[in-house]
């Protein structure tokens, strides 16, 4: 897709091989996944009057390449009510940014500044992950979010490209698979929904087979019929696609 090869191309261009979310999540969303409405922004005033169009509550989360876990280094500040907690949490965020550098001698690009996200309702967590191995290709991992990927290792693996019968398999053979059924008195879950995030994210990568890491984490997954979103997603080249010859 002509979206993608433009990113990966400005990616190269800059010498780096990790792909800002808002760039990951345009071509998410050019594979046809469900992310939820963003814009970027460079300062905390365009930060406060994009968030205003989108809608309250947002996100705001750092985009620097130099920051491949946005948490770690206070870098995402989520529920922001109104334009003035927009403005304060983009002044933290950068403040963090900078400290997060300092403390590792490195200065941390603030130039991309950083996106403004439409806070997603509260789902099921789930990650769809991608890994390549130098023997086997790239495989397509799925395990429910927190401690059950954390701590129990809760994961199951395919390699790409898969059926939908393998993407279905996968949903149901993960030893939690029963939360996604419903237990306690909750709903199913989008089930579906999660089949084509898994197919669409098996497609992007037969076409892009340059990418070497990529993680939609989390995932939310809705109640049946109400879908999902993906909430984060990073994407990480070969360095062999950033290396001019
Ligand atoms: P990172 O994994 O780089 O630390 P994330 O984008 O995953 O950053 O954000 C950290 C956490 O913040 C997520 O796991 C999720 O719980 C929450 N979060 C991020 N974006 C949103 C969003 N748009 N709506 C609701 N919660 C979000
Ligand atoms: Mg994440």
């Given at each position: 897709?002509?979206i993608?090869?433009k990113?990966f191309?400005?990616a190269a261009?800059?010498?780096?091989t990790?792909i800002l979310?808002n760039?990951?999540?345009?071509?998410?969303?050019?594979y046809?996944?469900?992310?939820p409405?963003?814009?970027?922004?460079c300062?905390a005033?365009e930060?406060?009057?994009?968030?205003?169009?989108?809608?309250f509550?947002?996100?705001?989360?750092?985009l620097?390449?130099?920051?491949?876990?946005?948490?770690?280094?206070g870098?995402?500040k989520?529920?922001?009510?109104?334009e003035?907690?927009?403005?304060?949490?983009?002044?933290?965020?950068?403040?963090?940014?900078?400290?997060?550098?300092?403390?590792?001698?490195i200065?941390?690009?603030?130039?991309?500044g950083?996106?403004?996200?439409?806070?997603?309702?509260?789902?099921t967590?789930?990650?769809v992950g991608?890994t390549?191995?130098?023997?086997?290709?790239?495989?397509?991992?799925?395990?429910?979010?927190?401690?059950?990927?954390?701590?129990?290792?809760?994961?199951?693996f395919?390699l790409i490209p898969?059926?939908e019968?393998?993407?279905?398999?996968?949903?149901?053979?993960i030893k939690?698979?029963?939360i996604?059924?419903?237990v306690?008195g909750?709903?199913?879950?989008?089930?579906?929904?999660?089949?084509?995030?898994?197919?669409?994210?098996?497609?992007?990568?037969?076409?892009?087979q340059?990418?070497?890491?990529l993680?939609?984490?989390?995932?939310?997954?809705?109640e049946r019929?109400?879908g999902?979103?993906?909430?984060d997603a990073r994407i990480?080249?070969?360095?062999?696609a950033?290396?001019?010859?």
């Amino acid at each position: 897709m002509k979206i993608t090869k433009k990113i990966f191309e400005t990616a190269a261009n800059e010498g780096r091989t990790f792909i800002l979310e808002n760039e990951a999540k345009e071509i998410l969303k050019a594979y046809g996944l469900p992310v939820p409405p963003y814009d970027t922004a460079c300062t905390a005033e365009e930060a406060a009057s994009k968030a205003r169009k989108i809608g309250f509550p947002v996100v705001l989360k750092i985009l620097s390449k130099d920051i491949v876990h946005k948490s770690d280094a206070g870098g995402v500040k989520i529920n922001l009510r109104d334009e003035e907690a927009v403005k304060r949490a983009f002044v933290e965020i950068m403040d963090n940014a900078r400290n997060y550098g300092a403390q590792r001698g490195i200065q941390v690009d603030l130039s991309r500044g950083v996106l403004i996200s439409s806070f997603a309702e509260m789902g099921t967590e789930v990650i769809v992950g991608v890994t390549k191995d130098a023997q086997f290709g790239h495989a397509i991992m799925f395990g429910l979010g927190g401690i059950f990927v954390e701590v129990l290792r809760d994961v199951t693996f395919r390699l790409i490209p898969l059926t939908e019968t393998d993407a279905r398999e996968m949903i149901y053979e993960i030893k939690a698979s029963k939360i996604l059924e419903g237990v306690r008195g909750q709903p199913p879950r989008d089930t579906e929904s999660l089949v084509r995030v898994i197919m669409a994210v098996s497609k992007l990568i037969e076409e892009n087979q340059q990418i070497s890491e990529l993680d939609c984490n989390p995932v939310f997954l809705y109640e049946r019929g109400k879908g999902a979103l993906v909430v984060d997603a990073r994407i990480i080249l070969e360095p062999s696609a950033v290396t001019h010859t």
